[in-house]
């Protein structure tokens, strides 16, 4: 029996006034595309047109994904958004990408799934060796902030924006204990996304004065809510960049105002975290003391009165601005994804090493990492999630980490050995972040840095649910200890 043909659009559906008729066969829809005036169809679709045919439509060499008449090729390849644009002055290839030493690293790595049950046993006694005296039961530091009080609130919330607004209230709520949420600095956060959280310390900051805001993303991303921001007194810039590449020194609004900066992050997945704090405490800080820069009192001096400088030295800790001027006034990074962490980006490989532990140990544990957040999910549970997320339409990648960012995998723990229980690879899996992270504390504290981790929110809310906090040790108090 001959096979029927796909059925066509409903007589009841039409195209949109002004968009496309050419109707999206894998997508059971009209394309929604803007076409011009006098036409029927947009310029991906033109071909269909019968009055187009004698004209011929070609891949476009930078980005297959598109394409383009054949006899407009030379002017689209001079306008098109794929084209290799002029990288600006802050871009400084690899700058916070740390030093390459691929002698380290063996050219092949088998799957968890591919050991024996000796090496994986070897490997776990490894990471017991190198945990012993670690804390594996971090401070609860769960915060809240007013400035989200009405959000969190409201009966419209569904349970993941609930979610993400307790997270936000909790690191605002963090960044406002340390004596970070204050003015004249400057707030660079990593891996923005949206650029809520930003949008949040915005918010709580009201009118303060002289506040600039510096979103990192390296990719495209919608629903922004930079726009939002009309306020005299703040200042938002974003910048589409790798972090890797991220050069803080050469951005034209720091290099002027010389303002303290506060690194700030949600869900820094992986080895972006890595990147930022090497970003922030080498690349920027490090160069701003080799300069000798002006303290941040006599810049104030230079823009203000003599009263109005008396009243700010009354004020003092009330409005939180430091005694003197710092580069890195502080960082606050929710961590998230171990998983995806790299032996040549990670900070913490003089800790390996002291331990003698090194790029394999680093691998396999990196791997086992996700049995904290993912390993022992169920299938069901699985499928569930998949088809949430696709249901949900506004979903954005940045924050689909609260569950680990994970996938199952050959490596996840349904595929290893069963000679470990549900609870000790859960265990096993903590223990690799915990390591991974105390690397990260103790490169901060080599720099410079008094660090600290705490749980920021409740597992429920998010698995990922750890807190990266760090003042330079001479701006602090008892009071912002971490």
Same mark, same amino acid.
């Given at each position: 029996?001959?096979?029927?043909?796909?059925?066509?659009?409903?007589?009841?559906?039409?195209?949109?006034?002004?968009?496309?008729?050419?109707?999206?066969?894998?997508?059971? %829809?009209?394309?929604?595309?803007?076409?011009?005036?006098?036409?029927?169809?947009?310029?991906?679709?033109?071909?269909?047109?019968?009055?187009? *045919?004698?004209?011929?439509?070609?891949?476009?060499?930078?980005?297959?994904?598109?394409?383009?008449?054949?006899?407009?090729?030379?002017?689209?390849?001079?306008?098109?958004?794929?084209?290799?644009?002029?990288?600006?002055?802050?871009?400084?290839?690899?700058? *916070?990408?740390?030093? *390459?030493?691929? =002698?380290?690293?063996?050219?092949?790595? @088998?799957?968890?799934?591919?050991?024996?049950?000796?090496?994986?046993?070897?490997?776990?006694?490894?990471?017991?060796?190198?945990?012993?005296?670690?804390?594996?039961?971090?401070?609860?530091?769960?915060?809240?902030?007013?400035?989200?009080?009405?959000?969190?609130?409201?009966?419209?919330?569904?349970?993941?924006?609930?979610?993400?607004?307790?997270?936000?209230?909790?690191?605002?709520?963090?960044?406002?204990?340390?004596?970070?949420?204050?003015?004249?600095?400057?707030?660079?956060?990593?891996?923005?996304?949206?650029?809520?959280?930003?949008?949040?310390?915005?918010?709580?900051?009201?009118?303060?004065?002289?506040?600039?805001?510096?979103?990192?993303?390296? @990719?495209? =991303?919608?629903?922004?809510?930079?726009?939002?921001?009309?306020?005299?007194?703040?200042?938002?810039?974003?910048?589409?960049?790798?972090?890797?590449?991220?050069?803080? *020194?050469?951005?034209?609004?720091?290099?002027?105002?010389?303002?303290?900066?506060?690194?700030?992050?949600?869900?820094?997945?992986?080895?972006?975290?890595?990147?930022?704090?090497?970003?922030?405490?080498?690349?920027?800080?490090?160069?701003?003391?080799?300069?000798?820069?002006?303290?941040?009192?006599?810049?104030?001096?230079?823009?203000?009165?003599?009263?109005?400088?008396?009243?700010?030295?009354?004020?003092?800790?009330?409005?939180?601005?430091?005694?003197?001027?710092?580069?890195?006034?502080?960082?606050?990074?929710?961590?998230?994804?171990?998983?995806?962490?790299?032996?040549?980006?990670?900070?913490?490989?003089?800790?390996?090493?002291?331990?003698?532990?090194?790029?394999?140990?680093?691998?396999?544990?990196?791997?086992?990492?996700?049995?904290?957040?993912?390993?022992?999910?169920?299938?069901?549970?699985?499928?569930?999630?998949?088809?949430?997320?696709?249901?949900?339409?506004?979903?954005?990648?940045?924050?689909?980490?609260?569950?680990?960012?994970?996938?199952?995998?050959?490596?996840?723990?349904?595929?290893?050995?069963?000679?470990?229980?549900?609870?000790?690879?859960?265990?096993?899996?903590?223990?690799?972040?915990?390591?991974?992270?105390?690397? %990260?504390?103790?490169?901060?504290?080599?720099?410079?840095?008094?660090?600290?981790?705490?749980?920021?929110?409740?597992?429920?809310?998010?698995?990922?649910?750890?807190?990266?906090?760090?003042?330079?040790?001479?701006?602090?108090?008892?009071?912002? =200890?971490?």
């Amino acid at each position: 029996m001959a096979a029927s043909a796909p059925a066509p659009p409903r007589t009841t559906d039409f195209p949109a006034e002004g968009r496309c008729s050419y109707y999206v066969e894998k997508k059971k %829809r009209f394309c929604r595309m803007v076409v011009a005036a006098g036409r029927r169809f947009c310029g991906e679709h033109a071909g269909a047109a019968e009055e187009e *045919n004698a004209r011929k439509r070609i891949l476009c060499p930078l980005d297959p994904k598109h394409t383009v008449y054949e006899d407009q090729l030379a002017k689209h390849l001079k306008k098109c958004n794929s084209r290799e644009k002029p990288k600006p002055d802050f871009f400084i290839q690899d700058i *916070n990408a740390g030093l *390459n030493d691929e =002698t380290e690293i063996p050219e092949q790595l @088998v799957p968890i799934s591919s050991l024996s049950e000796e090496q994986l046993e070897s490997l776990i006694k490894k990471l017991r060796k190198a945990s012993e005296g670690l804390n594996s039961t971090l401070k609860d530091q769960i915060m809240s902030h007013p400035a989200l009080h009405d959000a969190l609130n409201d009966p419209k919330n569904g349970d993941s924006a609930t979610k993400h607004l307790k997270q936000q209230a909790s690191i605002l709520g963090n960044i406002e204990k340390l004596k970070l949420l204050g003015p004249r600095r400057c707030f660079v956060e990593f891996g923005a996304g949206k650029g809520k959280l930003s949008h949040w310390v915005d918010i709580a900051l009201k009118d303060a004065e002289k506040v600039h805001f510096i979103l990192v993303e390296k @990719v495209t =991303t919608r629903f922004k809510v930079d726009g939002k921001h009309r306020k005299k007194n703040s200042v938002f810039e974003r910048l589409q960049i790798d972090i890797q590449h991220l050069c803080l *020194n050469k951005i034209p609004l720091l290099s002027k105002e010389k303002l303290p900066v506060v690194g700030i992050g949600k869900h820094l997945c992986g080895v972006a975290t890595d990147l930022a704090l090497r970003c922030l405490v080498e690349t920027y800080a490090a160069s701003c003391e080799e300069r000798n820069e002006e303290p941040l009192a006599k810049r104030i001096k230079n823009d203000k009165t003599e009263k109005e400088i008396n009243t700010l030295a009354k004020e003092g800790n009330e409005k939180n601005v430091p005694e003197k001027w710092t580069p890195v006034a502080g960082i606050v990074i929710a961590l998230c994804c171990h998983h995806r962490c790299d032996w040549r980006h990670y900070v913490g490989k003089e800790y390996f090493r002291a331990l003698g532990l090194g790029a394999v140990e680093f691998h396999y544990f990196q791997r086992m990492s996700s049995w904290a957040t993912c390993g022992m999910r169920k299938t069901s549970l699985e499928a569930s999630n998949l088809t949430t997320k696709k249901k949900d339409k506004h979903s954005d990648a940045s924050e689909e980490h609260d569950d680990g960012g994970c996938r199952i995998t050959d490596d996840s723990a349904e595929s290893v050995p069963g000679f470990l229980t549900v609870e000790e690879k859960k265990k096993i899996g903590h223990l690799c972040k915990l390591l991974i992270d105390q690397g %990260r504390v103790e490169y901060l504290q080599q720099k410079g840095f008094s660090p600290a981790l705490q749980y920021y929110t409740d597992p429920l809310v998010s698995l990922e649910n750890v807190l990266l906090t760090a003042l330079p040790n001479h701006s602090l108090s008892p009071e912002t =200890t971490p």
